[in-house]
């Protein structure tokens, strides 16, 4: 894979990075992404069905237990090449922004600092009635478990489809897109708003525009450098470039 020069000084010389991540980046972790068929039990389901209140409200047991059958594969995965050549390049920048679709934890884990978690975090858990965090609760015989507070069904404190992100955590990443220099989207799809609006929005700022993904997406045509491959691999090439 041949790296541009003109790519690697437009990184070095960014005062301002944003990396926008989806389900890519932990695919060479060895988790699914969203567009991949859901592997054994799971398989006859689409995530867009049972990732919505509707599905919640619908069958709350089956949603429970798909996210509590996520939690344990995503918690015995590791961050990958990829993770970490982020880690590393927040390291070498002076403002690095890393907004993030994932909700399975692994920039955190890898070690990046500034992260925007648009769609939440899979090990988080909160009352579906009053939306607030919630760290322990009596083990049930049922599930999903109760609230210790009200008595409602927890849920993963993730965002599902059909439901608003948090304000706030949206205009953080709306604001760190209109001002970088260098803007990254990495192992995305680009089909879920409003995320896929993020590199868009970049666009109209005069920012170097970046896309690592084996496969086009909708934005490719919009980018100044596309790098086809594994993000595990493009980025740490990427890495070696700017260490150089
Ligand atoms: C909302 C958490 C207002 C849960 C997720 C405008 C136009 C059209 C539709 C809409 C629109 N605005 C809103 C919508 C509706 C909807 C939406 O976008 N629908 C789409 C699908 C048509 N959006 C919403 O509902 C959002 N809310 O807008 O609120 C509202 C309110 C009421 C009613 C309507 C609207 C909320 C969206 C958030 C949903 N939650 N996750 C959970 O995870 O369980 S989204 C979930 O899917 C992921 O978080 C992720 O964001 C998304 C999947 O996308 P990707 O991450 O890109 O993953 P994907 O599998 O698609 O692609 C993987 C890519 O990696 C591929 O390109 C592949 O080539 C590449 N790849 C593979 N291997 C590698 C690799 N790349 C690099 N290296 C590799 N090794």
Not at 45 to 61: E, R, V
Not at 105 to 113: D, I, T, V
Not at 150 to 169: A, H, M, Q, S, T
Not at 196 to 202: C, D, K, Q, R, Y
Request: aromatic share 8%; proline share 7%.
């Amino acid at each position: 894979m041949r790296i541009p020069k003109r790519l690697v000084n437009d990184l070095i010389s960014a005062k301002k990075i944003v990396a926008l991540t989806g389900a890519g980046i932990s695919a060479e972790s060895g988790i699914p992404t969203f567009r991949e068929a859901q592997t054994g039990l799971w398989s006859k389901y689409d995530p867009q069905d049972l990732a919505t209140p509707q599905a919640f409200k619908k069958n709350p047991k089956l949603v429970w237990d798909w996210y509590s059958w996520r939690r344990e594969l995503i918690s015995k995965s590791h961050p990958n090449p990829g993770h970490y050549a982020l880690v590393e390049l927040e390291k070498q920048t002076q403002s690095f922004t890393l907004i993030t679709q994932n909700i399975d934890n692994l920039h955190s884990k890898a070690g990046s600092k500034n992260i925007v978690e648009l769609h939440g975090n899979i090990f988080r858990t909160k009352c579906s009635i009053e939306n607030t965090l919630v760290n322990k609760w009596d083990q049930p015989r049922s599930s999903p478990p109760r609230c210790p507070n009200c008595r409602g069904y927890l849920r993963p404190d993730v965002v599902w489809f059909n439901e608003n992100l948090d304000p706030k955590i949206l205009q953080a990443a709306v604001k760190a897109a209109e001002n970088c220099d260098v803007f990254l989207s990495i192992g995305t799809s680009s089909l879920v708003y409003p995320a896929a609006n993020l590199p868009i929005i970049a666009s109209h700022n005069d920012c170097t525009l970046i896309e690592i993904n084996p496969s086009s997406t909708p934005i490719t045509s919009l980018m100044d450098y596309v790098l086809k491959g594994a993000s595990g691999i493009v980025l740490q090439k990427l890495m070696e470039c700017i260490i150089q």
